[in-house]
């Protein structure tokens, strides 16, 4: 039961250029959404968040978009850098369980693997 | 901030005998959760601690897993009788309370088990 899935393995975009990522899931009881970059040998790295309450945020060269209708967020990345090259995860948790509060149970996509290409 | 720090980096055993992977958070965060990643998947959930509770197990954390958090400082993940299906990369995580939702997890590097 795969609550979380990101459907494109891998993605590869020219520098300077926009990178789309994209997530669906499937829990309507998740509220709090996240996504995370992994380098080889290293653990994942939080990017940016962004709670049910809103359908945008921003963060430098980070935007993530949600689409609660949908169930689908976005992160795009302008201007994409070689130095963004990584693999992706989404996450989702939900502040069902934990008395109104989220917490980090979070439940994560398969991950994409962003190539930019000089 | 001196990071979540994991030990080893790296542990070769073989099947049946049992290992102890240590966590060390940062230091003012008072949440600790356990993860376990695969190759091709994402992390999954395995536990989490508040302080010294142990707050939530997975399912997937079989009776051969245990993990511990005494006085609320480092963790230490065991896992006895090792079977090769436990191969994988075992991710430490920790988080402060910041107003109605956690602050984002920050990750240890793994220990990688590989199971023989």
């Known amino acids: 039961d795969q609550q979380v899935k990101q459907n494109s393995p891998s993605l590869s975009v020219q520098e300077g250029r926009i990178s789309i990522l994209n997530c669906d899931y499937t829990?309507?009881?998740?509220?709090?959404f996240l996504w995370y970059k992994k380098y080889p040998a290293e653990g994942p790295t939080f990017l940016i968040s962004?709670?049910?309450?809103?359908d945008k945020n921003e963060d430098g060269r980070f935007t993530v978009f949600l689409n609660k209708s949908a169930k689908h967020l976005s992160l795009h990345i302008v201007p994409s850098q070689p130095g963004d090259s990584a693999v992706y995860f989404c996450?989702?948790?939900?502040?069902?369980?934990?008395?109104?509060?989220?917490?980090?149970?979070?439940?994560f996509g398969q991950g994409t693997i962003l190539t930019v290409h000089p | 901030d001196t990071g979540v720090s994991q030990d080893p980096r790296h542990k070769i055993t073989k099947r049946g005998q049992n290992v102890t992977f240590r966590c060390d958070p940062i230091?003012?965060?008072?949440?600790l959760y356990w993860y376990r990643q695969t190759l091709g998947q994402g992390p999954e959930f395995l536990t989490y601690?508040?302080?010294?509770?142990?707050?939530?197990k997975s399912r997937l954390l079989s009776d051969r897993f245990s993990a511990e958090r005494p006085k609320g400082s480092f963790s230490t993940l065991e896992i006895q009788r090792t079977e090769q299906g436990d191969s994988a990369m075992y991710l430490c995580?920790?988080?402060?309370?910041?107003?109605?939702?956690?602050?984002?997890?920050?990750f240890g590097n793994g220990t990688r088990l590989t199971v023989t």
């Open positions: 995580a920790s988080s402060r309370r910041q107003g109605a939702y956690n602050s984002p997890l920050h």
């Open positions: 996450a989702a948790s939900s502040s069902a369980n934990a008395g109104g509060t989220s917490y980090g149970k979070l439940t």
């Open positions: 230091s003012e965060h008072n949440r």
């Open positions: 829990n309507s009881m998740f509220d709090y």
């Open positions: 962004i709670s049910s309450i809103k």
């Open positions: 601690f508040q302080n010294e509770a142990q707050l939530e």
